[in-house]
């Protein structure tokens, strides 16, 4: 079921990235962008991190129960972070430019929030920043918890 899902939603995410396009607005949005000389780490990157980010939405849809959102969460933030250093990797390798300064910047918040993010009251596990729910323990994060 959930791997099923994981499927249906990085398909899902490679079709949103081409439809949503102009549509689609906030953290995100300069990631979406084309780009004719995306490589293969890039286009691993972006699937993962809207991957994440579809996961928020179909949660707050109604269309994940908690169980599986905690679950869908921790994979893909797992690979989120596993994509974004490959690609570093990738570049670093190929001894990219700096080029464009400002997605390279998104890129480092973003990273630093996978990295940081929210840390569970509960049980200390660190959780992607915005997180509502602990990954490791399901106590609610933020202001979920406050209400
Ligand atoms: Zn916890």
Do not use: W
């Not at 979406?32 to 490589?39: M, N």
């Not at 980010?53 to 269309?63: I, N, P």
């Not at 570093?88 to 918040?109: V, Y």
């Amino acid at each position: 079921m959930i791997t099923l899902y994981l499927g249906v939603s990085l398909v899902a995410a490679a079709v949103v990235l081409f439809i949503m396009q102009p549509v689609v607005k906030g953290i995100h949005a300069s990631l979406e962008r084309e780009d004719d000389e995306l490589t293969e780490t890039e286009a691993r990157k972006r699937v993962a991190l809207l991957a994440l980010r579809d996961v928020e939405y179909d949660f707050l849809a109604g269309k994940l129960d908690e169980e599986d959102y905690r679950s869908l969460k921790a994979d893909l933030t797992a690979e989120a972070l596993a994509a974004l250093e490959a690609d570093e990797a990738a570049k670093a390798g190929l001894g990219a430019e700096a080029g464009d300064a400002a997605l390279e910047a998104e890129i480092a918040m973003i990273r630093s929030g996978l990295r940081e993010g929210v840390a569970c009251p509960d049980c200390a596990y660190t959780n992607v920043s915005g997180s509502r729910f602990c990954s490791a323990c399901g106590q609610a994060l933020g202001e979920l918890a406050a209400s």
